[in-house]
């Protein structure tokens, strides 16, 4: 399990397989009970994953309150999130090292690039 945000405890798994369908939707927004249909999460243990991956920053969401009190209808991955919905980063690790990891390489790709010319 991990502990983000102010206490609330997700499984790794539950996590990453609401990622992975928000993934598959990619660009598409999704509303909250299609993506926990599309996973078969439900209950508590749905509302638990959805509030860790808001409170760690892996999605955001807009439009009217909907699920349990969760703000917003409509999910969408941050770009932390999309490297765990696409396989680039894990949920255990940390996506937002990871996506400045990704961005400080893909700098000196170009550099290089620009460089030889």
């Known amino acids: 399990m991990l502990h983000v945000g102010s206490g609330w405890k997700m499984s790794t798994e539950d996590t990453t397989r609401l990622l992975h ?4 939707e990619y660009p598409d927004n999704l509303q909250i009970g299609e993506l926990l249909a599309s996973t078969g ?4 243990r749905a509302v638990r994953a959805i509030r860790g991956l808001f409170e760690g920053g892996l999605i ?6 909907c699920a349990d009190g969760l703000s917003g209808s409509e999910l969408l991955l941050t770009e932390p999130g999309m490297l765990v919905a696409f396989g680039l980063a894990c949920v255990a ?3 937002r090292g990871a996506l400045a990891a990704l961005e400080t390489e893909t700098l000196r790709q170009l550099r290089r690039h620009r460089e030889s010319r």
């Open 60 to 65: 955001t969401a807009w439009g009217s309150p």
């Open 93 to 95: 690790e940390d996506p």
């Open 21 to 24: 369908g928000m993934g598959r």
């Open 41 to 44: 999460l439900d209950g508590a």
